[in-house]
Protein backbone atom coordinates (compact mmCIF):
# COMPACT_ATOMS: atom_id res chain seq x y z
CA UNK A 1 0.00 0.00 0.00
CA UNK A 2 2.71 2.18 0.75
CA UNK A 3 3.90 1.92 -3.07
CA UNK A 4 0.97 3.63 -3.88
CA UNK A 5 0.72 6.15 -1.42
CA UNK A 6 1.12 8.97 -3.74
CA UNK A 7 -1.89 8.49 -6.26
CA UNK A 8 -3.64 7.85 -3.13
CA UNK A 9 -3.36 11.23 -1.47
CA UNK A 10 -3.94 12.43 -5.47
CA UNK A 11 -6.60 10.38 -5.67
CA UNK A 12 -5.66 8.36 -8.87
CA UNK A 13 -6.28 4.96 -8.41
CA UNK A 14 -9.45 3.32 -9.69
CA UNK A 15 -10.32 -0.15 -9.14
CA UNK A 16 -13.62 -2.20 -10.26
CA UNK A 17 -15.47 -4.97 -8.46
CA UNK A 18 -13.47 -7.61 -10.45
CA UNK A 19 -9.66 -6.57 -9.15
CA UNK A 20 -10.85 -6.53 -5.61
CA UNK A 21 -12.55 -10.09 -6.36
CA UNK A 22 -9.50 -11.32 -7.56
CA UNK A 23 -7.29 -9.98 -4.96
CA UNK A 24 -8.61 -10.80 -1.62
CA UNK A 25 -9.73 -14.25 -2.82
CA UNK A 26 -6.10 -14.89 -3.41
CA UNK A 27 -5.03 -13.62 0.68
CA UNK A 28 -4.59 -16.02 2.83
CA UNK A 29 -3.13 -14.07 5.95
CA UNK A 30 -6.32 -12.28 7.84
CA UNK A 31 -5.03 -9.30 8.90
CA UNK A 32 -3.44 -8.52 5.05
CA UNK A 33 -6.67 -9.33 3.83
CA UNK A 34 -8.48 -7.04 5.96
CA UNK A 35 -5.65 -4.31 5.19
CA UNK A 36 -6.58 -4.88 1.47
CA UNK A 37 -9.91 -4.41 2.05
CA UNK A 38 -9.51 -1.25 3.56
CA UNK A 39 -7.33 -0.21 0.39
CA UNK A 40 -10.15 -1.35 -1.57
CA UNK A 41 -12.86 0.67 0.20
CA UNK A 42 -9.97 3.99 0.00
CA UNK A 43 -10.01 3.96 -3.80
CA UNK A 44 -12.55 4.82 -6.51
CA UNK A 45 -14.29 2.01 -8.44
CA UNK A 46 -15.62 1.85 -12.25
CA UNK A 47 -19.10 0.78 -11.75
CA UNK A 48 -19.79 -2.65 -13.56
CA UNK A 49 -22.78 -1.76 -15.20
CA UNK A 50 -25.20 -2.93 -18.00
CA UNK A 51 -23.29 -0.89 -20.10
CA UNK A 52 -19.89 -1.88 -19.52
CA UNK A 53 -20.48 -5.45 -19.67
CA UNK A 54 -22.22 -4.95 -23.82
CA UNK A 55 -18.84 -3.56 -23.73
CA UNK A 56 -17.40 -6.01 -22.71
CA UNK A 57 -19.39 -8.89 -24.67
CA UNK A 58 -18.83 -6.82 -28.08
CA UNK A 59 -14.77 -6.58 -27.51
CA UNK A 60 -14.77 -10.60 -26.55
CA UNK A 61 -17.07 -11.27 -29.68
CA UNK A 62 -14.98 -8.96 -32.08
CA UNK A 63 -11.55 -10.28 -30.50
CA UNK A 64 -12.83 -13.94 -30.35
CA UNK A 65 -13.50 -13.77 -34.43
CA UNK A 66 -9.73 -12.63 -34.71
CA UNK A 67 -8.77 -15.74 -33.01
CA UNK A 68 -7.44 -14.07 -29.65
CA UNK A 69 -8.81 -15.09 -26.47
CA UNK A 70 -8.89 -12.80 -23.49
CA UNK A 71 -9.94 -14.25 -20.23
CA UNK A 72 -13.22 -12.64 -19.21
CA UNK A 73 -11.80 -11.08 -15.89
CA UNK A 74 -9.43 -9.45 -18.14
CA UNK A 75 -11.89 -7.73 -20.61
CA UNK A 76 -14.10 -6.57 -18.07
CA UNK A 77 -10.83 -5.28 -16.30
CA UNK A 78 -9.73 -3.16 -19.99
CA UNK A 79 -12.97 -2.00 -20.74
CA UNK A 80 -13.16 -0.60 -17.33
CA UNK A 81 -9.85 1.17 -17.47
CA UNK A 82 -10.90 1.93 -20.66
CA UNK A 83 -14.02 3.87 -19.53
CA UNK A 84 -12.26 5.24 -17.31
CA UNK A 85 -9.05 6.50 -19.41
CA UNK A 86 -7.07 4.82 -17.16
CA UNK A 87 -3.54 3.10 -17.30
CA UNK A 88 -3.23 -0.90 -16.12
CA UNK A 89 -0.62 -1.23 -14.27
CA UNK A 90 0.17 -5.51 -15.25
CA UNK A 91 2.43 -7.52 -16.44
CA UNK A 92 -0.36 -9.97 -17.77
CA UNK A 93 0.22 -10.33 -21.33
CA UNK A 94 -3.42 -10.36 -22.20
CA UNK A 95 -4.00 -6.79 -21.68
CA UNK A 96 -1.55 -5.82 -24.60
CA UNK A 97 -4.28 -7.63 -26.95
CA UNK A 98 -6.59 -5.10 -25.85
CA UNK A 99 -6.91 -1.70 -28.56
CA UNK A 100 -6.21 0.86 -27.35
CA UNK A 101 -5.62 -0.05 -23.70
CA UNK A 102 -2.63 1.93 -21.97
CA UNK A 103 -0.55 -0.53 -19.60
CA UNK A 104 2.61 -0.02 -17.69
CA UNK A 105 4.42 -3.13 -16.19
CA UNK A 106 5.16 -1.02 -13.45
CA UNK A 107 4.28 1.84 -10.89
CA UNK A 108 5.36 5.47 -12.76
CA UNK A 109 7.52 7.24 -10.59
CA UNK A 110 5.49 9.65 -8.47
Not at 31 to 37: F, G, P
Amino acid sequence: MQALGPWLVREEVLCCGVIRCEVLRGIINDKVHKRMQDLFDAVGSVETDNLIWEETARLAWTMDRRGIVVPLTDLIIACCALRARATIISSDEHFKEIPDLEIATALPTP
